[in-house]
């Protein structure tokens, strides 16, 4: 494999995450560093939207491709929002729009609101790679009624985590890559590939 890996997204947040958690050990080089689109995110399942993403970066760049898709998955809403976590709220979705429907879908429903944070991260050696590696991680937690915290973002703020009394967006950034989704699920990635 080269030594360089595309990290398949243009979401600062993310990026900062996975190089936080692997870029000691993978080299990793942002995908708009070579000019590539977005993909499209047609697919009906986390897996698949990943490999879309990954698939994406290594057909523009002809490089290893590293992509990751998560989202929030609440019980009460039978998985919501899902795949659509990002754009919850519709086109030109934010972080506090998201939130707000989130809670507004949930006011009825009876405490707890357990939900989970669900990422996976795929790894393809190039386009047409036929066994990418893929490595899930889950954070389990509830949804509360008031945001608390102002690191993270997306649904952060209003994820409680069961362990600590603290919502995401509570915990230092040391501590939010040592134990989230993203971080569990890269750490299981990079422990299949001897890293």
């Not at 994406?56 to 491709?65: E, K």
């Not at 790894?123 to 893929?134: E, N, R, S, V």
Request: some cysteine; aromatic content about 4%; overall charge negative.
């Amino acid at each position: 494999m080269p030594d360089t890996t595309v990290l398949a997204s243009n979401n600062a947040h993310k990026m900062r995450e996975i190089e936080a958690v692997v870029g000691s050990r993978l080299s990793l080089v942002a995908q708009h560093e070579y000019d590539v689109p977005e993909a499209e995110e047609t697919g009906l399942t986390f897996v698949e939207n990943a490999i879309l993403k990954a698939r994406n970066a290594c057909s523009h760049t002809g490089l290893p491709a590293l992509a990751d898709d998560s989202g929030l998955e609440v019980d009460c809403l039978g998985g919501e929002p899902g795949i659509y976590s990002a754009r919850y709220s519709g086109p030109g979705a934010t972080d506090a729009r998201n939130n707000a429907r989130l809670l507004d879908a949930i006011r009825e429903h009876p405490l707890p609101r357990t939900a989970r944070f669900h990422c996976v991260i795929v790894l393809m050696t190039h386009a047409t790679d036929p066994d990418p590696l893929i490595a899930h991680g889950r954070l389990e937690g509830e949804i509360i009624d008031t945001a608390r915290g102002d690191n993270g973002f997306g649904y952060d703020p209003i994820f409680l985590l069961h362990d600590r009394g603290q919502t995401l967006a509570e915990v230092g950034d040391a501590e939010k890559n040592r134990i989230s989704h993203r971080a569990l699920a890269l750490e299981a990635l990079a422990a299949r590939l001897g890293l």
